[in-house]
């Protein structure tokens, strides 16, 4: 039986999603002193142009404002969103958190240069089936 979760319902993503297996650095940018100047690196699992999924040591609950920086080769400068996490789930028993991240501050260039790495990497996915 495979780990992954069967979506039976209706999809509600705006955007494509493609694997985007990089590390990515965050920030909770709650107002907590402690956590405004704790840097963590997650592992991103997917990404759009509207949001990510990522793997984490660190418990985020739903609402909290994280800085992300994206660092991806095929572009040549680094991109800061502010994400929201709309959902966190234990996802190991080692305390391995699952967080979906919706975009909601990214500047308009950043977003059209997600925009063309997702679809370019959606067809090279399309291309190799």
């Known amino acids: 039986m495979s780990d992954q979760k069967k979506f039976l319902g209706k999809e509600k993503r705006q955007h494509k999603r493609v694997p985007f297996n990089y590390v990515v650095t965050c920030r909770d940018c709650s107002g907590n ?3 405004v100047s ?3 690196f997650m592992h991103a ?3 759009s142009a509207g949001g990510l999924l990522l793997e984490s040591k660190y418990y985020y609950p739903p609402t909290t404002l994280l800085e992300i920086k994206l660092s991806i080769p095929s572009i ?3 991109i800061q969103v502010i994400g929201e996490v709309i959902r966190s789930e234990q996802v190991q028993q ?3 958190f699952s967080l979906g ?5 990214i ?3 950043c977003r059209q240069s997600l ?3 997702v679809d370019d990497h959606s067809e090279q996915e399309e291309g190799s089936l």
Not at 101 to 105: A, L, N, P
């Open 33 to 35: 002193v402690e956590s």
């Open 38 to 40: 704790h840097f963590a």
């Open 45 to 47: 699992k997917n990404m």
């Open 76 to 78: 040549s400068h680094s």
């Open 94 to 96: 080692n305390n391995v």
């Open 101 to 105: 991240i919706s975009f909601v501050r």
């Open 107 to 109: 500047d308009d260039n």
């Open 115 to 117: 925009m063309k790495f």
